[in-house]
Each structure stands twice: as C-alpha cells, then as structure tokens.
C-alpha cells in the first residue's frame, strides 16, 4: 500500500503532504494540545487536496468528512456561517463532485477525471448566483449575531465558487478553494486573538492555501495534457 502511493505521488506532492502534516501538528502540539478534533480535521483536510491535485475522487470523499468535521469546530466558535457554509453547501457538493468525478475520468482512469472547460456565459450564470448567495447569507448571518459578519459572508461567496467550479470540474476550483483560505485565514486570526487554541486552525488553513496553488498548477498541466499538448 505504501510502497503503491510512493509511485502514485511524485516526489514534489509527497514532499508537500510531509511538510503540511509536520507543520500542523507542530502547530497543535504548541497552540492546542487539547483539541484533537480540530487535529483530525485538519490532517483530513490536508489529505483530500493532494488527491484533489491529481483529481483523484477519493479527494472529494475526505472532503465530505473535513466538511462534517470542520462544521463541528465552527461551531464552537459561533462562526455559524462557516459551520453552515461546510455542512449546508460545501459537503453536499463534495457529493455531487464525488458522483460528477466518478463519472467523468479520463480515459477510463478512475483515478483521474477529466478536465471540464466552462463557457463564458456559464461563468456569468455562476458570478450571477454567487451574488444572489452572498446577499442572502449577509442577512442569515447577521441574524444569527455570527462573529466576525464581513470575512463570514465573504468565506461563503468564496465557498460557493469552489465547490461550483469542483462539481463542474474546471481546473479553476482551486483557485476559489485558495482565495477562501485567505479568507479563512483571516477569519480564524480573529479568533485566536481570544483563543490561542485557534492559531493551530491558521496554520491549517496556510498548508491549505500552498496545498490548492499546487492543486491550480497540477490541474493546467493535467489540462493540457489531456487536450493533446506537450
């Protein structure tokens, strides 16, 4: 098995997987120490993007557990509109992108779908919709006395474009996957400034964001070697 995922990898993506785990758990060991879940969670999260890189669907799987998980931890710190983002939006997508992925590889390889490219007036039904959502949860939230109301709405338009472009296949859902860890960042920033447990999140979200770069750059070279180029 091991010796199975040495070949799959290469040894940028393995490198990578072993710098973000020895990062986060370091992290834990000064910051928490107490929180397991948020450990779990965290090395979950770290897992799927790899196998996002190389789209492989299994990637999409532990992406439904990190969603239920980090649901759990938004919630303790009344950050509701992460907490319903994850379980309300982003795993019910990872879903459907787990079906949509399974359905679509490239050339028979399960364990590699095939790139989608989108047209332009999809792109503009989708910044349509991105609108529309980001409207309705600034007020769902604000309902709610959710902490920190600006960076949360802002963390659910950025949800929804990833897990749109996931489910949809375009090389571009990590893209949106990296602008909401920003965002993420930031959010859980604030957090840590009344609960220094919440820096081991930040640097979760940090791996996160090189991790989706790697997945961005991954996806334009799968892309082009899928339509025939070099």
């Excluded at 919440?198 to 640097?203: G, K, L, N």
């Amino acid at each position: 098995m091991l010796k199975k995922s040495m070949r799959y990898f290469s040894k940028t993506e393995i490198a990578l997987w072993c710098s973000s785990v020895l990062l986060i758990v370091a992290s834990f060991a000064i910051f928490d120490r107490s929180n397991y879940l948020t450990l779990i969670a965290s090395l979950i999260g770290v897992t799927s993007l790899i196998y996002n890189a190389k789209g492989n669907p299994f990637g999409q799987f532990l992406m439904i557990v990190f969603s239920m998980l980090y649901g759990i931890i938004s919630y303790s710190f009344s950050y509701y509109g992460e907490m319903i983002t994850y379980l309300g939006m982003t795993m019910p997508m990872a879903v459907f992108a787990l079906i949509s992925w399974l359905k679509n590889p490239y050339q028979g390889n399960q364990a590699e779908v095939r790139v989608n490219v989108l047209s332009r007036i999809e792109y503009l039904m989708m910044g349509a919709a991105a609108f529309a959502v980001t409207i309705l949860f600034y007020f769902v939230l604000d309902y709610f006395d959710t902490a920190n109301l600006m960076p949360s709405t802002l963390s659910v338009t950025t949800s929804f474009l990833a897990v749109y472009l996931t489910f949809r296949r375009s090389q571009y859902f990590a893209l949106a996957y990296a602008a909401n860890d920003l965002v993420l960042i930031i959010l859980w920033a604030l957090a840590s400034c009344a609960d220094l447990r919440y820096i081991s999140v930040v640097v979760c979200f940090l791996a996160f964001f090189v991790n989706d770069m790697y997945g961005y750059i991954n996806w334009k070279k799968m892309k082009i070697r899928q339509s025939g180029g070099e």
